[in-house]
């Protein structure tokens, strides 16, 4: 079977992943101007495509545009420029210091592509968390088969497009369809795996990856805590809160997933995150499900696991402070807020990943820390309070992929920011620097010179000499 550029994965999967192998190796010479010719032509066709890009999103769950701007396209273009920029810097070898018994010895630390790499994205944003690793890895100098969610058919069709324009299916290549696909590929020997997704299939991929002994960047998810001191503003916290929340209708991996709030600050947060609701989604009290800038629930699937859980809770005894109305048809469920919830509930036990926001009280951070650390490590922690004591002493007695103080989710877009999980949360790093080390191999190279042999006195037969010179290694280096 011959390769063509119009060949797809899903039909040949083992041809394309070997069509790879020529130009992963051709690519490890290649020049930092090379790979940012390639990161300067996806920067243009997103240029040229915007309004296609924003289309098929809204087609797919009915997202805002000017929200698909902010979360879908602007990370992409930031990420993009920050490479670009800095690029150079990151693939020039680096310089380490000689230690005093390797005296005569120069040595450097080459960052290397680490070959042919598989990308795995979800469906939440589709668009950002396909192409944004597929930067990292084409700044890295390695080719890539991605594999889009089957979730949102029209963005990952828009992606499949984008690519087949511009790379041959031998540099890049998209592979659709469902979960077999997904299957067939993590047969294949990949030098690497970038998955974004839950961490019950992050733990089938990195079973797959250990296969083939495959380097993996597992981005998962998790249950986000929120704690709200008794010294947080309560009108700052809610703004922040609610459009962290509710961006794209809940359905973020980094979303405030629940809160945690000194029992002093409870009513007082509670009517702030009311006002702010009505505030940002419906301003003229014709009702939130009338909002151009509320996003929907990706499929009927999601819609009725995320009902079913609010019907479950309040069964409960879980009480709702705001919304709790739905609309099947149109898959819309009005943002819900829930006290008096218990961790028997679903909504306690399982990441959310939709807009509903679970409140717990607590009397002092010692007890909220507690509970956080009870929990699996999640992949943000948010914290809101004045103290400096009091946050680092959060920060410190706690674990978690990242943190924000007094704010929650914008640290995605910090371009020097290493984003990730830790454990149950997600493994490796993204972003920037951190993504292009991701698909990078630091191979570690000693020149030594010629004539000059720094274990002459170290080899067999081992002497009085030999044996007093390992002694002094051992108590002086």
């Not at 011959?2 to 083992?14: H, K, R, Y």
């Not at 299939?201 to 079973?207: A, N, Q, S, T």
């Not at 009702?287 to 699937?301: F, L, W, Y």
Request: hydrophobic share 40%.
């Amino acid at each position: 079977m011959l390769l063509s550029p119009s060949t797809p994965v899903n039909s040949a999967p083992e041809l394309v992943f070997h069509s790879q192998l020529p130009t992963s190796l051709s690519w490890r010479t290649s020049t930092a101007d090379e790979r940012i010719g390639r990161l300067k032509k996806i920067r243009n066709w997103i240029k040229e495509h915007q309004q296609d890009i924003r289309d098929a999103i809204k087609n797919d769950f009915g997202k805002p545009e000017p929200e698909t701007d902010l979360s879908e396209i602007y990370p992409v273009t930031a990420e993009i420029n920050h490479s670009i920029k800095l690029l150079k810097k990151w693939m020039r070898p680096i310089s380490v210091s000689t230690p005093l018994p390797m005296l005569g010895t120069s040595a450097k630390i080459y960052l290397e592509p680490k070959g042919r790499s598989l990308i795995i994205s979800p469906w939440n944003y589709p668009f950002n968390l396909t192409i944004g690793p597929l930067i990292s890895a084409l700044s890295a100098g390695c080719t890539a088969i991605i594999k889009p969610s089957e979730l949102t058919p029209h963005t990952s069709e828009l992606i499949s497009k984008m690519i087949s324009e511009l790379f041959p299916p031998t540099e890049v290549s998209v592979a659709l369809g469902e979960v077999t696909v997904s299957q067939a590929l993590l047969q294949l020997p990949f030098d690497h795996i970038f998955f974004t997704g839950s961490p019950a299939v992050g733990k089938i991929v990195m079973k797959a990856a250990a296969e083939h002994l495959s380097s993996v960047t597992l981005e998962l998810g998790g249950k986000s805590p929120v704690i709200v001191n008794q010294d947080a503003d309560c009108k700052d916290a809610a703004e922040k809160l609610i459009w962290g929340k509710f961006v794209n209708c809940g359905q973020t991996c980094i979303a405030p997933d629940y809160l945690l709030v000194h029992n002093s600050q409870l009513d007082n947060l509670i009517s702030e995150l009311k006002v702010a609701l009505q505030k940002m989604y419906d301003p003229d009290f014709k009702g939130i499900e009338t909002s151009p800038d509320m996003a929907r629930i990706v499929n009927d699937k999601h819609f009725d696991r995320l009902r079913n859980s609010i019907e479950e809770a309040v069964t409960k005894g879980a009480k709702i402070a705001f919304g709790g109305k739905f609309d099947h048809q149109t898959r819309y469920i009005e943002p819900t807020i829930l006290t008096h919830v218990s961790d028997e509930m679903q909504v306690m036990q399982e990441e959310i990943f939709g807009p509903i926001l679970p409140i717990v009280p607590f009397s002092n951070l010692d007890e909220a820390i507690a509970y956080v650390n009870s929990k699996p490590k999640p992949l943000a922690l948010y914290y809101f309070g004045g103290s400096t004591e009091q946050s680092s002493k959060a920060l410190q007695e706690t674990s978690s992929g990242n943190a924000v103080i007094n704010d929650c989710v914008i640290h995605y877009i910090h371009t020097e920011l290493p984003f990730g999980g830790v454990n149950n949360s997600g493994i490796g790093k993204a972003h920037g620097y951190h993504g292009f080390m991701a698909f990078s191999n630091e191979k570690g190279v000693l020149k030594q010179r010629v004539g000059l042999n720094n274990v002459t006195l170290l080899r067999p037969p081992y002497g009085i000499r030999a044996k007093q010179i390992i002694a002094s290694l051992i108590k002086w280096f």
